[in-house]
């Protein structure tokens, strides 16, 4: 089970970013999440009128390593590990700081 899924809130724990927060937008595979707003890079770009993109230089949300994100805990205010319980035959995501089960 994923324990860190797309739409989660997640805090950065290592890098550049430390300590920002953001949304995860997509799972790009099994180690790698991107999150919103967080490891931005400047790419540059080439015209190609045959497309109808315009030249320039571009922000781009480059991929981050799950072992490098949290997901936030709302009711403890920071970032908590995640651990998983089976109820009723089914996975439930909980945090380990305050025991409350994870909403998504």
Do not use: C, W, Y
Request: charged residues 30%; aromatic residues 2%.
């Amino acid at each position: 089970m994923n324990k860190i899924r797309k739409g989660d809130e997640v805090v950065v724990l290592t890098g550049k970013d430390k300590g920002k927060r953001g949304v995860v937008l997509q799972r790009v595979d099994v180690d790698h999440v991107l999150v919103e707003g967080v490891n931005v890079a400047k790419k540059h770009v080439r015209p190609n009128p045959m497309k109808g993109v315009q030249g320039g230089i571009v922000d781009k949300t480059m991929p981050l390593h799950i072992s490098n994100v949290a997901l936030f805990d709302a009711k403890a205010g920071k970032a908590s590990r995640v651990g998983v319980k089976i109820e009723d035959g089914q996975a439930q995501r909980f945090f380990k700081k305050s025991g409350e089960l994870v909403k998504a």
